[in-house]
């Protein structure tokens, strides 16, 4: 039978930790707004997957065939029952169907071959697509051997089967698709906003322990490293509870309505990945926000003490959003998602949109792992620095001095 702690004994530093982590738990993940705010999240990504899956998909897929090309007729018929709304677009020439495949106008164009079917893309051919022209190089191949062979039907049946088209690539740089660039988009958006929110969350707190004077209360059980580090801990549980109920919504949003269909995305290499960018990124920004907060004393103060961490986190959120789902390899995508504070944001975009080798993933999670204890440090000695000092702002400066 264990002996009860007296309430005057310390406690150990694990029990402190837990004890003010549970707390902050309990507070948190049951507190009104943040269920409201949980729950308006998850209805928003039903909704919009909802619509994107009505309206999504209501363009047609545009083939162009020259003037010339007696197949135009087969492949509007095939295109209604293999790739399903499909609308043909007569061309005068190779050159200006070429033109129209690059600008974007057209999503294949069908051009004249010795033998077989041969399709001109930018990149790659669809899915749907592909079924398309498989199947009119098919109906091809049976004429032509019908023609040729006598209507062998062993020949016919063999050429049959191994009939498919030939795709030239006018751009064989790996083009991203829909599903890629979407869940790049969600990727940076969903751990920008939670690691925001979590942020704030730990830098309120901070601020109004402090302020009801709550904390010299807790710091008669606690050191002051201990109140922190539980903080830190509890609202972090909590702020990755809400990233995994957003994530699996989206997911079950994504298959439920069909939106992942055809796609590249790794959808799994893509969640794991999004969580531990979120683990990193929340113990860097949070513990930051924490200290800087303990340097105030009034929630007014609270916005401008986190304003050149807000401002940090601006910058790769900005960059994420308007580069890297176009140009994930572009020298500054590549270059930020590197650096401790941008890869947590820049890292899991350029994961969703596919062909990031597994060491480049490997060394962006060390770099940001290697500033942590110095994260721990710095957040340490402001939080002990200004924690119990009320009043006037208490200046970086004065804090950092021995």
């Given at each position: 039978?264990?002996?009860?702690?007296?309430?005057?004994?310390?406690?150990?530093?694990?029990?402190?930790?837990?004890l003010v982590a549970v707390?902050?738990?309990?507070?948190?993940?049951?507190?009104?707004?943040?269920?409201?705010?949980?729950?308006?999240?998850?209805?928003?990504?039903?909704?919009?997957?909802?619509?994107?899956?009505?309206?999504?998909?209501?363009?047609?897929?545009?083939?162009?065939?020259?003037?010339?090309?007696?197949?135009?007729?087969?492949?509007?018929?095939?295109?209604?029952?293999?790739?399903?709304?499909?609308?043909?677009?007569?061309?005068?020439?190779?050159?200006?169907?070429?033109?129209?495949?690059?600008?974007?106008?057209?999503?294949?164009?069908?051009?004249?071959?010795?033998?077989?079917?041969?399709?001109?893309?930018?990149?790659?051919?669809?899915?749907?697509?592909?079924?398309?022209?498989?199947?009119?190089?098919?109906?091809?191949?049976?004429?032509?051997?019908?023609?040729?062979?006598?209507?062998?039907?062993?020949?016919?049946?063999e050429a049959v089967g191994?009939?498919?088209?030939?795709?030239?690539?006018?751009?064989?740089?790996?083009?991203?698709?829909?599903?890629?660039?979407?869940?790049?988009?969600?990727?940076?958006?969903?751990?920008?906003?939670?690691?925001?929110?979590?942020?704030?969350?730990?830098?309120?707190?901070?601020?109004?322990?402090?302020?009801?004077?709550?904390v010299e209360l807790l710091?008669?059980?606690?050191?002051?490293?201990?109140?922190?580090?539980?903080?830190?801990?509890?609202?972090?549980?909590?702020?990755?509870?809400?990233?995994?109920?957003?994530?699996?919504?989206?997911?079950?949003?994504?298959?439920?309505?069909?939106?992942?269909?055809?796609?590249?995305?790794?959808?799994?290499?893509?969640?794991?990945?999004?969580?531990?960018?979120?683990?990193?990124?929340?113990?860097?920004?949070?513990?930051?926000?924490?200290?800087?907060?303990?340097?105030?004393?009034?929630?007014?103060?609270?916005?401008?003490?986190?304003?050149?961490?807000?401002?940090?986190?601006?910058?790769?959120?900005?960059?994420?959003?308007?580069?890297?789902?176009?140009?994930?390899?572009?020298?500054?995508?590549?270059?930020?998602?590197?650096?401790?504070?941008?890869?947590?944001?820049?890292?899991?975009?350029?994961?969703?949109?596919?062909?990031?080798?597994?060491?480049?993933?490997?060394?962006?999670?060390?770099?940001?792992?290697?500033?942590?204890?110095?994260?721990?440090?710095?957040?340490?000695?402001?939080?002990?620095?200004?924690?119990?000092?009320?009043?006037?702002?208490?200046?970086?400066?004065?804090?950092?001095?021995?």
């Amino acid at each position: 039978m264990s002996t009860p702690v007296s309430p005057g004994a310390p406690l150990s530093t694990a029990a402190a930790v837990r004890l003010v982590a549970v707390r902050e738990i309990r507070s948190k993940m049951f507190a009104k707004t943040f269920v409201l705010t949980t729950a308006a999240t998850m209805a928003a990504i039903i909704v919009g997957g909802l619509l994107y899956a009505l309206l999504g998909s209501s363009d047609p897929s545009r083939i162009g065939v020259l003037s010339d090309d007696p197949r135009g007729p087969t492949v509007e018929a095939l295109g209604s029952a293999a790739a399903g709304d499909v609308e043909v677009v007569t061309v005068s020439s190779r050159g200006e169907g070429e033109e129209k495949v690059t600008d974007g106008d057209l999503d294949a164009l069908l051009v004249p071959a010795d033998s077989g079917v041969t399709v001109v893309v930018e990149s790659e051919l669809s899915d749907s697509l592909s079924t398309l022209f498989a199947a009119l190089a098919q109906q091809q191949a049976l004429a032509d051997e019908i023609l040729e062979l006598d209507g062998d039907p062993a020949r016919v049946a063999e050429a049959v089967g191994s009939a498919s088209p030939t795709v030239e690539a006018l751009d064989a740089a790996d083009e991203r698709d829909g599903g890629q660039i979407f869940a790049g988009f969600a990727a940076g958006i969903l751990i920008f906003m939670a690691l925001m929110t979590t942020g704030q969350m730990v830098a309120q707190g901070v601020v109004e322990e402090k302020s009801s004077r709550v904390v010299e209360l807790l710091l008669a059980t606690v050191r002051p490293w201990q109140l922190m580090a539980g903080k830190v801990l509890g609202i972090g549980a909590v702020g990755l509870a809400q990233v995994a109920v957003l994530v699996a919504t989206g997911v079950t949003t994504a298959l439920g309505f069909g939106l992942l269909d055809g796609t590249s995305l790794e959808l799994g290499p893509t969640v794991l990945w999004a969580m531990v960018w979120f683990v990193l990124g929340y113990a860097s920004y949070a513990l930051v926000m924490a200290g800087l907060a303990a340097l105030v004393s009034r929630q007014e103060d609270v916005g401008s003490a986190l304003s050149p961490v807000m401002m940090l986190m601006m910058v790769p959120y900005v960059i994420g959003v308007s580069l890297a789902p176009w140009d994930p390899e572009h020298p500054l995508v590549l270059a930020l998602s590197y650096v401790p504070f941008s890869s947590p944001m820049l890292m899991p975009m350029r994961i969703a949109l596919g062909g990031v080798p597994l060491w480049q993933v490997l060394v962006s999670v060390m770099l940001t792992v290697l500033v942590l204890p110095v994260l721990v440090w710095l957040a340490g000695r402001l939080y002990g620095r200004g924690i119990l000092r009320t009043g006037a702002r208490v200046k970086l400066s004065d804090a950092l001095q021995r």
